[in-house]
């Protein structure tokens, strides 16, 4: 039996249907979670999709995070659950402070929808395991307040910590510092993608779920998706797919 | 004299209603004076915008018949279907002149009033493509244009979430004052969720829902949309509706489901003369009447007249038909997505859209002690209209294109300017029209929903169909600058390169929409224009078999700078059955024969060439033969099915050597071309003649190829090769002219440019017209 995993629907929620349609790809069942209810309905993870939550017209995500099913999410999150935040899932979390940072405007003060690339830092954590390291992966961007900022202090507390999980990388797999045009944002230290201490909540600004097919021009995103159907088939005490398939 | 003896204008006058119009409404309403309230009702609804008053009588002669058309002119959107049980809607539709005053609101409701205009029919909007036309990109006010409207567009589109693909940036000077917003939407639908815009069953309820309604956009269509008016007049702001992107996400979802769910009798969209419109043309469609209670219309603030009830344009809101029994059902709905919804009246079988103040009693009859304010027949607001006989008169000196095949023009000036053809294309390939659009579209998503196979840069767009293997197709085109010399061939021009750049990728066109962007009808010259645009466009559907679905006349492009150039925005959605088989314009790979398909024919006049060396009208346009158009492009689609292409662009915008440069830099590969019998060097570099192909074959492909263009009838001819890190073109000429001739003979013009230099042009050039880089 594929693995539960929940897709929270707030009404400005415009990736929903994407990520529903790459979960299906990557072998789990999508589990719908309207932004009103205040229960997980038992999935094994949590994916809190892209968006203008409930049109963000003051902060994105500030309005999210006192929503029913957000404070469901974040017992969930507590308690030790899977829950990955894409683009203003992201920005979600940030406000709910369940992730470290914040997510401001874009440098450019300008809207970014292009392709960028990044690169995994860590390839032990449930989101990332089916990545390689450093491996550059193709996927969108499309956001208005993508900046990654933390201050000094904090962020070099991330680096300790090692919860920079994804970096925004040029053409030579270097670092895309703020200035370089392969940082889509002005993100501080290139910063794509960040995880939780405990290492079970994490948010990234790119788009796995639009680059999960060669059609699409990348399936690079799907190793993102794969790694957190098989962590949550991990968590459900299931068997997992990619086993599964090996057997 | 006082000032009580200063002459008025009566409120006709003062709605944009004229002396004949009056005594017209007068016919329809049995003899009597209209109250002011019906005078409101009337000006809007008989505004240029939403009666196509003077555009009506022309419109009639564009073919609507087609394979698979579903729904057509009339309705909200053109829908065809494309098999596997869908079917496609899409539209185009204008929103220039809300945009010259307040341009991020204007682009903003512009969006989101095609988009409405899609959904209301039960389809899903996919795509939106954004053909836009400002002045000279160095003036300040066209940079704040600009910016306003491509924020606008980005800021709905990306937040209702459908992605923005495609479109067209052009700058022309006649746009100055005057800029042009068309938006052309296109959604998805399962064939029986076919909603239309009716107002079906006398009994049922009318229930609005979505947005309250407030004082904004009030006289949109009648005041700015209808009349010509002056640069940046800051008096027509309030007429400007404001627009809510999460208003209008929640009205996409709850309209899709209430229609998925067989909840509705009818649906149609608030756009253009707000409720007064949605009611009338509903009831007049189902040939019923509607009784309006004014009472309970939601609003945003107390004391709104009921004509500012009646008549505003504020933004997202949907008016539906329904069964008495449907209603809780809405209502839920309704609620779970957080939108007002509200029973605002009856339907009736009196044919009348009649107005009650003072409210309903249970029976869905005037209560007692209320007030009838307006009643007016349904059609008299809709199908009986008034059409107006308008003058064409064709300017004194025309021009006629050269027949194909006549003679060069002797000089075409690139020599005697001195100009070297490889500065000359680095500087089209660098212009504000012909660079990269990338500058403003990386300001879109362009692939939320995760079905943007190609999205805006290379010509047209392409989506995937899920749980099917074919893809949608489509592009906008609009060719101002040889419609400013001849407007009818423009418009045939038009709609040959928008197909065309449909068949490039293999899919067969569909279907036309179309939005006509001109002048005042009530100068000949204007609506000769007018007339001969949409005979251009007629002729042109034709020949090439294609059914004109829908569209959008906007008249009265013109301000104290002028009228704009003839401008018919032509937007075609193709349909490749097999997505497999999707060919793109790049240089595919190393070796690969190049072939021109067509032949250059005299004319530089309207040519980005011509813009650039300052060519004068004095020459002519290239012409342009229909059935040579319909051969090119039946070939080439037959030589992608059968496997034969690598890659296929057409021949448009800054000509051959422009051509070729996008497909050198889109492939990341240099040619090496050698073109023989070149009449002259700038017609045969730069000329922008139609019809025309480069094709690139596997070399054992190549004979096959070229068997195939010439049993199509078609001039066809291997020009070189694929290869290399420089775009080399050896021009040489069949008897000695230009600067050849100075050098003594029958000597090639070369042209030699690294491939860096051409991506750097193109890349670069938009921003830096626009000032956004250094």
Redesign the interface.
């Known amino acids: 039996m594929p693995v539960r995993i929940g897709v929270v629907v707030f ?2 929620s ?2 929903d ?2 990520t529903i ?2 979960l299906d790809l990557a072998g789990a069942e999508p589990v719908v979670l309207w932004h009103e209810q205040a229960s997980l309905e038992g999935v094994a993870a949590v994916i809190l999709p ?3 939550a ?4 003051l902060r994105a995500g500030v309005i999210a995070r006192f929503s029913p099913i957000m404070r469901a999410v974040a017992a969930f999150a507590g308690d030790g659950g899977l829950v990955l935040g894409i683009c203003n899932g992201f920005q979600v979390l940030a406000e709910a402070g369940l992730v470290p940072g914040a997510l401001l405007r874009n440098q450019s003060l ?5 392709e960028v690339a990044i690169a995994a830092e860590r390839v032990d954590t449930a989101f990332t395991h089916a990545l390689e390291v450093r491996r550059p992966l193709r996927m ?1 961007v ?1 956001h ?1 307040e993508g900046c990654y900022y933390a201050d000094e202090a904090a962020l070099d507390a991330l680096e300790r910590a090692r919860q920079v999980i994804f970096r925004y990388v040029d053409a030579t797999g270097m670092d895309a510092q703020p200035g370089n045009p392969a940082n889509p944002n002005g993100s501080l230290r290139a910063i794509a993608g960040v995880i939780n201490a405990t290492g079970n909540v994490a948010g990234l600004m790119p ?1 796995p ?2 680059a ?2 060669a ?3 990348s399936e690079d995103g799907m190793g993102i998706l794969r790694s957190l159907v098989e962590s949550a088939a991990r968590a459900a005490g299931q068997t997992s797919p990619l086993e599964a398939a090996a057997r | 004299m006082t000032v009580a003896d200063v002459p008025v204008e009566p409120l006709h006058r003062r709605l944009g209603v004229t002396d004949d119009e009056l005594q017209a409404i007068r016919d329809r309403l049995g003899g009597r004076d209209p109250n002011d309230l019906e005078l409101a009702m009337f000006s809007v609804m008989w505004s240029e915008h939403c009666s196509y008053k003077s555009s009506r009588a022309l419109l009639r002669t564009l073919p609507t018949e087609g394979a698979g058309v579903v729904a057509g002119p009339g309705e909200n959107a053109g829908v065809i279907s494309i098999g596997d049980g869908l079917a496609v809607a899409f539209k185009i539709e204008s929103h220039n002149h809300p945009s010259a005053v307040e341009p991020y609101q204007g682009a903003a409701t512009g969006v989101g009033g095609i988009l409405r205009d899609i959904f209301t029919m039960g389809a899903r909007p996919i795509a939106v493509l954004d053909a836009l036309r400002f002045g000279d990109p160095a003036d300040a006010r066209t940079r704040h244009l600009v910016d306003g409207v491509v924020r606008g567009v980005g800021g709905y589109g990306n937040c209702v979430g459908v992605p923005t693909v495609g479109g067209e940036l052009v700058f022309d000077p006649s746009y100055a004052g005057n800029p042009l917003v068309n938006v052309m939407a296109i959604g998805l639908l399962r064939e029986g969720l076919l909603t239309l815009a009716s107002a079906p069953g006398p009994g049922n309820l009318v229930v609005l829902y979505g947005s309250a309604t407030g004082r904004d956009g009030i006289g949109g269509a009648s005041v700015l949309a209808s009349a010509t008016f002056t640069d940046d007049d800051p008096s027509k702001r309030p007429s400007v509706q404001v627009g809510d992107p999460f208003a209008e996400k929640l009205l996409i979802e709850a309209s899709l489901e209430l229609i998925e769910r067989g909840l509705v009798e009818g649906l149609q969209d608030l756009g253009a003369g707000g409720i007064t419109c949605a009611t009338s043309e509903t009831a007049d469609r189902a040939g019923t009447g509607i009784l309006v209670d004014l009472d309970a219309i939601p609003r945003r603030e107390p004391g709104l007249e009921p004509f500012e009830v009646m008549i505003s344009e504020s933004q997202e809101r949907m008016c539906a038909a329904v069964r008495p029994d449907q209603w809780p059902a809405i209502l839920e709905v309704c609620q779970r997505w957080g939108l007002p919804a509200a029973i605002i009246g009856r339907v009736t079988d009196d044919g009348d859209i009649t107005v009650v103040a003072g409210g309903l009693d249970a029976d869905g009859r005037p209560a007692e002690g209320s007030r009838e304010i307006a009643r007016i027949p349904a059609r008299a607001l809709t199908s009986d209209a008034i059409v107006h006989a308008r003058v064409a008169t064709p300017p004194a000196h025309r021009r006629g294109a050269p027949a194909p095949g006549a003679p060069a023009a002797v000089s075409d000036r690139l020599p005697e300017r001195g100009m070297d053809p490889g500065a000359v294309l680095l500087a089209l390939l660098g212009s504000a029209n012909l660079s990269s659009r990338r500058a403003v579209y990386r300001q879109y998503d362009s692939t939320v929903g995760a079905d943007t196979v190609a999205g805006p840069g290379r010509g047209a767009a392409v989506l995937r169909v899920r749980g099917t293997r074919k893809a949608l197709v489509a592009t906008t085109d609009g060719n101002q600058a040889v419609g400013a010399i001849d407007p009818w061939l423009g418009a045939a021009l038009s709609v040959a390169e928008a197909t065309r750049n449909v068949s490039i990728t293999g899919a067969r066109p569909l279907g036309v929409t179309n939005c006509l962007n001109y002048g005042d009808p009530t100068r000949p010259d204007a609506y000769w224009q007018l007339s001969e645009g949409v005979r251009g466009l007629a002729d042109a559907c034709r020949a090439l078999g294609l059914p004109v679905t829908g569209g959008n006349v906007s008249l009265y492009n013109e301000s104290s700078g002028g009228r704009i150039a003839p401008t018919p925005e032509i937007g075609v959605v193709g349909l490749l059955d097999d997505i497999s088989t999707l060919t793109e314009p790049a240089f595919a790979q190393t070796g690969d024969t190049i072939v021109l398909v067509g032949d250059a024919t005299p004319g530089l006049a309207g040519s980005a060439y011509a813009a650039l060396a300052g060519v004068t009208t004095e020459d002519d346009p290239p012409d342009l033969d229909l059935a040579r158009e319909a051969a090119v492009q039946v070939f080439i689609r037959e030589a992608i099915e059968r496997g034969l292409v690598a890659s296929a662009q057409d021949v448009s915008g800054g000509g051959l050597a422009v051509a070729l440069a996008e497909c050198a830099i889109w492939g990341e590969l240099g040619a090496t071309i050698r073109l023989a019998h070149v009449a002259s060097p700038a017609v045969g570099l730069f000329g922008e003649s139609p019809s025309r192909l480069v094709v690139t074959a596997r070399p054992a492909h190549a004979a096959a190829l070229v068997l195939l263009a010439r049993q199509n009838g078609l001039p066809v001819e291997p020009i070189g090769s694929v290869g290399g890190d420089r775009l080399v073109i050896e021009a040489t000429a069949a008897a000695a002219i230009g600067a050849a001739e100075d050098r003594g003979g029958r000597v090639a013009d070369t042209l030699e440019v690294p491939l860096r230099d051409l991506q750097h042009a193109w890349e670069h050039g938009l921003a830096r017209s626009l000032g956004w880089e250094g």
């Open positions: 009404p400005g415009n990736c249907r994407d349609h790459a892209g968006g203008f409930y049109g963000d017209y300008r809207f970014a929808g292009r969108p499309a208005g788009h779920e639009r999960a097919e059609i699409l021009g």
